[in-house]
């Protein structure tokens, strides 16, 4: 739909309605600020939530890769067979033996339940970039080291150097019963893998000491799995499950955490379907101030019509009119959310200064800090609601005007 100079020159009058109208530009306004703030809510609203989703992923991942597989009676047997077909598999990136096994921790009178995990070295040398305190590499297999997360060493007060007593109830048998194993280790790194749950109670050290921590020998009772694709996890470890049916089960990211990524899903569909609203009261605005300014404009419409302005053009210089209101909300609305989404940190903060509340909790949130991953089609999908919105809303205001009969609007003036 081109316009005519005419009719851009007319739609730029409109959009800056004069002195005796400034109840219309008040109304204006309001429907650009509307559309902007609703625009930017979306944009940042989503883009949390898809920033939330991935570094979840790739943090629960990071640990536990995108599948576990587990043997029921934490013996797979030929264990170094099945990791060696595992990683056959069309689709697996990696393979790795793993351990991981609930116990506790005492330090100083404090006691803490946690998990230790046996790692190869591979692993533990991935876990570098998470580590805040000591050297990861000081995790050498026979030496009673170990790395724990920035959250225990907070609840049982435990430092890089201290030594922690891990508690395995299951200890040896004795003619007098199972003793209770009790073995001091010293605390060479303190990781922080922004999971709160993981910080809290992960311990990790070498797979061979949790072995023998364990009492298990050689055996290997889990295989951490990492594939090409984390969506298609299922099909790719499929031939996995089928072949290992009865021994072990094969566990993927979807399964462990289903409950977690689905309320995740939900909410963020409910958040979008709500703060579409914002959308439409904006577009109603627009229908607002473009009724009040046919109204406030019908005896010029009517002597643009005895001069032969045509239906058609008074109905597009209205549909620009509105749509330009639109698209000036709209992108101030992107540069709003982009502003918000790249000072997020430093607006978290002083929200909670500010109210004293801590808004945004690890302990509930998992994640240490407010992610953001912006999905460019996410953005796209919202510009152009926002836009055909406000195109929608200028037709009703543009057809009464363009119906405007001349001969009785100006035979009573």
């Known amino acids: 739909m081109f316009l005519t100079p005419f009719e851009w020159m007319i739609a730029k009058r409109y959009l800056l309605p004069g002195k005796g109208e400034a109840f219309i530009a008040l109304v204006a306004g309001i429907s650009v600020g509307v559309v902007m703030l609703s625009v930017a809510m979306l944009v940042v609203v989503m883009s949390v939530m898809n920033g939330f989703r991935a570094e979840l992923l790739d943090k629960i991942t990071g640990l536990n890769g995108h599948a576990i597989v587990q043997a029921y009676n934490d013996d797979l047997g030929d264990w170094q067979s099945v990791l060696e077909d595992v990683r056959a598999t069309p689709g697996v990136v990696d393979a790795s033996p793993l351990i991981e096994k609930p116990l506790m921790a005492s330090l100083n009178g404090r006691v803490n339940l946690i998990f230790v995990r046996g790692n190869t070295a591979e692993d533990i040398e991935g876990l570098a970039e998470t580590v805040v305190q000591g050297d990861i590499r000081d995790l050498i297999p026979g030496e009673r080291r170990i790395a724990i997360g920035s959250r225990l060493a907070q609840n049982i007060g435990a430092r890089v150097g201290d030594s922690l007593t891990i508690i395995n109830p299951q200890g040896r048998t004795t003619p007098f019963g199972t003793s209770i194993r009790q073995v001091d280790y010293e605390v060479v790194t303190i990781f922080e893998a922004g999971i709160y749950d993981y910080d809290e109670t992960f311990v990790i050290m070498p797979i061979a000491n949790a072995q023998q921590l364990l009492l298990m020998g050689d055996k290997i009772g889990m295989i951490e799995v990492t594939v090409e694709d984390p969506d298609k996890v299922g099909p790719i470890l499929a031939p996995v499950q089928e072949k290992l049916a009865g021994r072990a089960v094969v566990s993927d990211w979807q399964t462990i955490n289903s409950a977690l990524f689905e309320a995740l899903q939900v909410e963020r569909v409910a958040m979008f379907f709500a703060l579409s609203f914002m959308v439409l009261v904006a577009a109603f605005n627009i229908l607002s101030s473009l009724v009040m300014l046919v109204r406030a404009k019908t005896r010029d419409i009517a002597i643009m019509r005895t001069m032969g302005a045509t239906r058609r053009s008074l109905l597009k210089i209205f549909v620009t009119t509105g749509s330009t209101v639109g698209v000036i909300g709209t992108a101030a609305g992107l540069v709003l959310g982009f502003i918000i989404l790249y000072f997020r940190g430093p607006i978290v903060t002083f929200i909670a200064w500010s109210t004293g509340q801590q808004i945004w909790d690890p302990e509930v949130r ?14 796209a ?7 055909i919105l406000s195109f929608l809303a200028t037709l009703y205001p543009a057809l009464k005007a363009s119906s405007t009969d001349p001969v009785q609007v100006l035979r009573y003036e």
Request: without cysteine.
């Open 366 to 379: 998992f994640l240490s800090t407010l992610p953001s991953r912006t999905d460019p089609w996410e953005v």
């Open 381 to 387: 999908g919202i510009v152009a609601l926002a836009l």
